[in-house]
Nanobody
Framework: QVQLVESGGGLVQGGGSLRLSCAAS????????MGWFRQAPGKEREFVAA????????DYADSVKGRFAISRDNAKNTVYLQMNRLKPEDTAVYYC???????????????WGQGTRVTVSS
């Protein structure tokens, strides 16, 4: 059984940066895509970013393009989300996710982490 564990959330001032990490443990395999979603208070969970197994392809929500960067280290079974120029509207619980490929990650990941909270003050 594979588990995803996020870390790196916290409180940051608007304009600041945070780096989230998500480590996969257990019976991990190769070839899976990974990504990040977020859920703000009172809103539905939304896609943020995803990355293919080879890191050759990435996908971002329009709201974070140019500010966030997703990367991964397959040797460590870890995916990262570097968040720059944070805005109060980025405040949410951020969830790590995994899925069979980049195309389906945006809509139907099949594994989720427990989430890490990010709060951006104005």
């Amino acid at each position: 059984q594979v588990q995803l564990v996020e870390s790196g959330g916290g409180l940051v001032q608007g304009g600041g940066s945070l780096r989230l990490s998500c480590a996969a443990s257990g019976r991990t395999s190769s070839g899976y895509a990974m990504g990040w979603f977020r859920q703000a208070p009172g809103k539905e969970r939304e896609f943020v970013a995803a990355i293919s197994w080879s890191s050759g392809s990435t996908d971002y929500a329009d709201s974070v393009k140019g500010r966030f960067a997703i990367s991964r280290d397959n040797a460590k079974n870890t995916v990262y989300l570097q968040m720059n120029r944070l805005k109060p509207e980025d405040t949410a619980v951020y969830y790590c996710a995994a899925g069979p490929n980049l195309a389906t990650m945006k809509f139907a990941p099949n594994l989720w982490g427990q989430g890490t909270r990010v709060t951006v003050s104005s």
